[in-house]
């Protein structure tokens, strides 16, 4: 019996010796994650951060060594000649809205002119005074926003049909507008009128905003999105002789991206840019300092948003400056965050096959080896889009400084024919 209760008792000891050692690791390791934790927190969740005032290095890089590039021109015809134009594109459809003529340009993926849709008039199923739009390729069908005669986005479908009308809220001017879903349609609301005169608006401290196609109900994206002090991107006022004031300066700064079905936020007054993706909106970047606490504001200006890449600028937000670079992008050096590495640099980008001793950044009017989303859309995945000039082209064909494909492309154009694009696939 004494032998039987001390072995029970030594089991007792040595169960209570376990469960002691147990309880101290799993607090060790509760207080070593909370502790990593709050490191995460200190910086920024362990996200790449953007130093704005940070002098970055510089690299010059061949856009045909980030991306696979394919050249399309669009045919030109009496019917589909282009003039001012955004873009929707998808792998075997690209829609350009000619903004002057108010009308819509179909084209197969291979440039390829198919038909024109012109709705323009003032009908109850007719656009006027429209400036944005986007499609839903897999609904073959696009919405085009106008302010006029009522703030609406009408719905029509690949044939022109007309299908519905949504109207929006009072106090609403649409940066841009994006096909999220099958459901949704994403917009930023751009409100902000700072005249001072009686027409002023404040800026819309939640300016993220769903429509739902079926019903036209409107709801904010996410609470967590919003922002007490906004930062705008406009520079300067101007009185006009009606005693109205305009808007005299000003950058458009995309504040929503698209990355197949992942779609970068980003707001000026925010340190964070978010992702957000089947609902859910998760942080990816950092920018530091805060813009709000800028004497002058320097501003992150999207430009693309891939799964390896993203390329943006840095936009001071200084009226001297902007009137002695005469307001273009060379105020906004260009930027490259990788995001395999993390690392950030400034970038020289060229195009071999165009020229690879030119530096795209001396002539303005050059649509861009560097891939710009503003109001074009890409509907697949790792995707980018940029345009080059007609004209600019044939030059280099002239000087003998073009070749491979693009030399083959340009020995094919007129001088008035159709920008060619340029389509990336981001590796």
């Known amino acids: 019996m004494t032998v ?52 970055y290095p510089v690299k010059r890089i061949d856009i045909h060594e980030l991306a696979e590039v394919t050249y ?14 955004p873009l929707a594109v998808s792998d075997s459809l690209i829609i350009a809205f000619d903004i002057l003529q108010s009308q819509f340009h179909f084209f197969d993926g291979k440039g390829k002119y198919l038909h024109t849709i012109n709705r323009h008039g003032l009908g109850p199923e007719e656009y006027y005074g429209a400036t944005r739009f986007d499609a839903d390729f897999e609904k073959k069908e696009f919405y085009v926003y106008a302010e006029a005669a009522g703030i609406k986005i009408h719905i029509y479908d690949f044939n022109g ?84 004031y305009s808007l005299k300066e000003q950058f458009y700064v995309n504040h929503i991206l698209n990355n197949g079905g992942d779609f970068l936020l980003t ?21 530091t300092p805060s813009a709000s606490r800028m004497d002058v504001p320097k501003l992150i200006t999207p430009y693309a948003y891939t799964d390896s890449y993203f390329m943006f600028g840095i936009l001071p937000m200084d009226y001297e400056i902007g009137k002695k670079y005469h307001f273009d992008d ?27 001793e030119y530096d795209i950044k001396t002539r303005r009017e050059t ?13 697949s995945k790792n995707k980018g889009i940029g345009r080059y000039n007609t004209e600019f082209l044939l030059e280099k064909l002239e000087e003998g400084k073009l070749s491979g494909k693009l030399k083959d492309l340009a020995s094919k154009l007129k001088v008035d024919d159709n920008n060619c694009l340029a389509i990336y696939k981001f590796k």
């Open 161 to 244: 049909k007309y299908k519905k009308t949504l109207e929006l809220q009072e106090h609403t001017s649409v940066e841009d507008i994006l096909n999220y879903d099958s459901d949704y349609l994403i917009y930023f609301n751009d409100s902000y009128w700072p005249s001072p005169d009686k027409f002023k608006q404040e800026a819309d401290k939640e300016p993220f905003y769903l429509v739902n196609k079926n019903d036209g109900s409107i709801r904010h994206v996410d609470k967590r999105l919003k922002i007490d002090k906004p930062v705008h991107h406009v520079f300067q006022m101007a009185e006009g002789q009606n005693g109205r």
């Open 4 to 55: 039987l209760f001390l072995d029970e008792y030594k089991h007792n000891i040595l169960t209570y010796m376990k469960n002691l050692y147990f309880i101290f690791l799993s607090t060790c390791i509760f207080i070593f994650i909370g502790c990593t934790s709050e490191r995460r927190a200190d910086t920024g969740g362990a996200l790449p951060i953007i130093d704005v005032n940070k002098e």
């Open 330 to 356: 060379r105020m906004g050096p260009h930027y490259i965050l990788d995001r395999k590495t993390n690392e950030i640099f400034k970038v020289i980008l060229y195009d071999s096959l165009l020229d690879p």
């Open 267 to 287: 707001n000026n007054a925010s340190d964070t840019l978010y992702s957000y993706r089947n609902h859910r909106l998760e942080p990816v970047f950092v920018r």
């Open 72 to 85: 399309i021109p669009l045919e030109t015809t009496e019917n589909s000649l282009l003039q001012s134009y």
């Open 367 to 379: 649509w861009n080896v560097f891939p710009y989303q503003l109001f074009n859309h890409v509907h």
